[in-house]
């Protein structure tokens, strides 16, 4: 169920305006479904960070990394290169349309996350360690309770909601990577339905592959800052999932507001 402006408002007191170091204590930033949502028919790992391109002394150019077996109808990818049999990269691209080699981007991933609100805010209040001249960006995202889709793990049964808060230093990179994240946040990229690594719970809306700094202290260690890699980290996660500044344009200019 879609959330309207009404319900929006109504559900603006979940977000903590306060402290943001005493907020989501002990929650797991990096939850992922432990089973894909569309069984890849890809052999092995599912992902193309975890597929290993094929020996290069073992008949590159004749085998298929997808069936592993001889090419049949040899297709190159135009930007990285890489062949493959004609029926399989197309079974693939309509899975994910990414190399499942290298994980080369073609065209627009869409995700599976469920409907869901965004709200990013600014807030001069408070600081983040190693960027003590800047304040803080707040993006707080809010999920009711739903009936998972057939692009889910288990279709028609129901999933549990959530309300998450992440927190970037309002510095130019993070204003670039919040709006990164509405990008990601509208394909449906940031969140999915599958089970919580940190509860265990399973049929529950957890976190997809972008890392979130869920504190604005405690180190790494207790996902917050200071984290001097984080940004160009997260920069990383969101082009695997083909979002990059490429993707900006007037949309997303004027989605951070100022806290009252």
Same mark, same amino acid.
């Given at each position: 169920?879609?959330?309207?402006?009404?319900? #929006?408002?109504?559900?603006?007191?979940?977000?903590?305006?306060?402290?943001?170091?005493?907020?989501?204590?002990?929650?797991?930033?990096?939850?992922?479904?432990?089973?894909?949502?569309?069984?890849?028919?890809?052999?092995?790992?599912?992902?193309?960070?975890?597929?290993?391109?094929?020996?290069?002394?073992?008949? @590159?150019?004749?085998?298929?990394?997808? %069936?592993?077996?001889? /090419?049949?109808?040899?297709?190159?990818?135009?930007?990285?290169?890489?062949?493959?049999?004609?029926? %399989? $990269?197309?079974?693939?691209?309509?899975?994910?349309?990414? %190399?499942?080699? %290298? +994980?080369?981007?073609?065209?627009?991933?869409?995700?599976?996350?469920?409907?869901?609100?965004?709200?990013?805010?600014?807030?001069?209040?408070?600081?983040?360690?190693?960027?003590?001249?800047?304040? $803080?960006?707040?993006?707080?995202?809010?999920?009711?309770?739903? /009936?998972? *889709?057939?692009?889910?793990?288990?279709? *028609?049964?129901?999933?549990?909601?959530?309300?998450?808060? +992440?927190?970037?230093?309002?510095?130019?990179? +993070?204003?670039?990577?919040?709006?990164?994240?509405?990008?990601?946040?509208?394909?449906?990229?940031?969140?999915?339905?599958?089970?919580?690594?940190?509860? +265990?719970?399973?049929?529950? @809306?957890? #976190?997809?592959?972008?890392?979130?700094?869920?504190?604005?202290?405690? *180190?790494?260690?207790?996902? *917050?800052?200071?984290?001097?890699?984080?940004?160009?980290?997260?920069?990383?996660?969101?082009?695997?999932?083909?979002?990059?500044?490429?993707?900006?344009?007037?949309?997303?200019?004027? $989605? /951070?507001?100022?806290?009252?």
């Amino acid at each position: 169920m879609s959330m309207s402006s009404n319900n #929006w408002t109504q559900q603006s007191n979940i977000f903590n305006t306060g402290n943001p170091s005493s907020t989501q204590q002990g929650e797991e930033p990096m939850e992922t479904e432990d089973y894909p949502s569309h069984p890849s028919f890809v052999m092995g790992p599912s992902t193309p960070a975890e597929i290993k391109p094929p020996d290069q002394d073992n008949k @590159v150019d004749d085998d298929c990394a997808i %069936c592993l077996s001889d /090419i049949t109808n040899k297709t190159e990818l135009p930007r990285c290169s890489h062949s493959f049999c004609r029926d %399989c $990269i197309e079974q693939q691209f309509k899975y994910k349309p990414s %190399c499942p080699i %290298c +994980g080369t981007v073609y065209g627009k991933i869409q995700g599976n996350q469920p409907a869901g609100s965004m709200y990013i805010q600014s807030d001069s209040r408070y600081h983040i360690k190693g960027y003590d001249q800047y304040g $803080i960006i707040r993006v707080s995202y809010s999920f009711y309770d739903g /009936i998972q *889709g057939p692009e889910h793990p288990h279709p *028609g049964q129901s999933y549990s909601g959530t309300n998450r808060i +992440g927190y970037l230093p309002d510095c130019p990179q +993070g204003r670039i990577v919040a709006r990164l994240l509405k990008v990601a946040f509208d394909r449906r990229l940031v969140f999915t339905v599958g089970r919580s690594r940190t509860t +265990g719970i399973d049929n529950c @809306v957890t #976190w997809n592959d972008i890392h979130h700094k869920t504190s604005i202290d405690g *180190g790494p260690e207790n996902f *917050g800052y200071p984290d001097p890699t984080y940004l160009n980290r997260v920069l990383e996660e969101l082009a695997a999932k083909g979002v990059t500044e490429a993707d900006l344009d007037d949309t997303t200019l004027n $989605i /951070i507001h100022p806290s009252r």
